[in-house]
C-alpha cells in the first residue's frame, strides 16, 4: 500500500532506510510532455514491446565519493502511472538505447517504484539516471533519491560573472576593431 501514503511518504519510508552517514541527492521532475523512445528491457537485452514511444526524462550527475549507491524512485500516487528507471555511464542517446546500460529497474516491490542497490559509481563520470514508463501512456511527477558515501551532483555549467561580460564584450571589439582596420589598410597592387 506504498502508494496510498503518496509521494512525500514514500520518499520518507526511503530516506529512512538510508544509513546514518551516507548522502542523500532527490532528483524531482515529470515526464509529461517530455520526448518518447523505444526503452529497453531492465537486462538490455531487447527492445520493449509495450513501451515504444513511451516519455523519458535524463538526470545526469556526478558523485563526489567513488562507492556503493542505492537508488529509489517513486511515480506520485496522484498521477497513477508505472515508473522505470535506467542508469547508464559515460553517455546518454535514446537511439542507442543498449549502449553504456549500467541496471534497469520496473518495479521494485510495488508497481510505481523502481530502483537498483549496490550500484558501483566511481568519481569522474557521468550518470544518466533515465525515469521512463512501462508503457507508452505510463507518465507523471517523480522523485529520485540517490543515496550513498557521496553526494549525486548535476553538471557544472559555466556562465561567466558580469564582470567577465564585459571583457569579452572588449575583447571581440577589439578583434573587430582590428579586422576592419586591417582591411581598410590593404593595399591593391593590380
Given amino acids: 500500500m506504498l502508494k496510498t501514503i503518496g509521494l512525500a511518504g514514500a520518499l520518507l519510508l526511503g ?3 538510508a544509513p546514518v552517514q551516507a548522502a542523500i541527492t532527490i ?4 515526464t509529461e510532455g517530455a520526448p518518447t523512445w523505444n526503452r529497453p528491457l531492465a537486462d538490455f537485452s531487447d527492445l520493449s514491446a509495450v513501451g515504444t514511444d513511451v516519455a523519458y526524462v535524463v538526470d545526469s550527475f ?17 498521477d497513477s502511472w508505472d515508473n522505470y528507471l535506467f542508469l547508464y555511464a559515460g553517455s546518454f542517446d535514446p537511439l542507442a538505447p543498449f549502449a553504456n ?8 516491490g510495488a508497481i510505481g517504484i523502481s530502483g ?3 550500484i558501483s559509481l566511481m568519481t569522474g563520470i557521468t550518470y544518466f539516471a533515465v525515469t521512463t514508463g512501462f508503457g507508452n501512456f505510463d507518465f507523471g511527477k517523480y522523485a529520485l533519491v540517490i543515496t550513498g558515501p557521496g553526494a549525486a551532483v548535476p553538471p557544472v555549467t559555466v556562465v561567466p560573472e558580469p564582470a567577465s561580460w564585459g571583457m569579452i564584450l572588449a575583447g571581440l571589439g577589439a578583434v573587430g576593431y582590428a579586422l576592419r582596420r586591417q582591411n581598410s589598410l590593404k593595399v591593391s597592387f593590380g
Fill in 27 to 30: 532528483f524531482e521532475g515529470t
Fill in 15 to 17: 530516506l529512512a532506510a
Fill in 116 to 118: 537498483f542497490t549496490g
Fill in 62 to 78: 556526478t558523485v563526489t565519493v567513488s562507492g556503493s549507491y542505492d537508488f529509489l524512485e517513486v511515480a506520485d500516487a496522484e
Fill in 101 to 108: 546500460g549500467v541496471a534497469g529497474n520496473d518495479d521494485f
